[in-house]
């Protein structure tokens, strides 16, 4: 009797694997985060878009301006519009009061001061450090020194000076949004022109 041979079958199962591309719009993308100071303005910069848009001091402190109102809806409306109109010397104001806390608190003078020397150093010198495995540039190591700074800030006092600072700003702006007229010197009408021409 005679046997019946099955053929082989060769099956090919060569080639490359590859992992599967990840969308680089999903995700934590470490680099991009690291980055981000580059799309927030600086410091500087935006205090010199503030001095652009800062409105005359004797403006803002025209005494013969500061007047009470009859309701609660327009003095709502005033301090919208005032909070709009002096945006800039408000934060003036806020910045004053920061400069005035760090000069009657030498402690936290002394640690900012040390973290803007090692920041300047660290500048100057421009050399990564490796921290581990991964390489740090100047930015990074600054941000490091910031973040060493702030037990040291905490232990001279400034979560106190922040909260008064807070608290100072808050109410001198209120007030001064609550009690001053700013229909004297312009009006809704001219208010909404100078909003469409900016």
């Known amino acids: 009797m005679a046997t019946m041979e099955t053929p082989e079958v060769h099956i090919d199962v060569s080639g490359d694997m590859e992992p599967p591309k990840q969308d680089p719009k999903s995700g934590f ?6 980055n981000i100071s580059t799309r927030i303005p600086g410091f500087w910069e935006l205090l010199r878009l503030s001095r652009q848009n800062i409105r005359p001091w004797s403006e803002f402190l025209q ?10 809806s327009r003095l709502t409306n005033r301090i919208i519009r005032n ?8 934060l003036f104001v806020f910045l004053g009061l920061i ?5 009657t608190s ?3 003078l002394i640690v900012l001061g040390a973290v803007f020397y090692a920041c ?5 010198n421009a050399t990564p450090m490796a921290f581990f495995s991964r390489q ?9 020194v910031g973040i060493a700074a702030v037990p040291l800030l905490y232990l001279a006092g400034a979560g106190a000076v922040m909260f ?5 700003s808050f109410f001198v702006i209120s007030l001064h949004a609550a009690f001053y007229n700013i229909d004297a010197i312009v009006t809704e009408d001219m208010e909404s022109f100078l909003s469409e021409t900016v």
């Open 99 to 103: 400069v005035y806390c760090l000069l």
């Open 136 to 144: 740090l540039n100047t930015s990074q190591q600054c941000a490091a």
């Open 164 to 168: 008064w600072v807070l608290g100072a």
């Open 106 to 108: 030498p402690l936290i």
């Open 29 to 34: 993308n470490f680099p991009s985060f690291t």
């Open 63 to 72: 005494t013969s301006n500061f007047k009470t109102v009859a309701n609660v």
């Open 120 to 124: 300047y150093k660290i500048k100057q």
């Open 83 to 90: 909070l709009a109109y002096f945006q800039s010397n408000y």
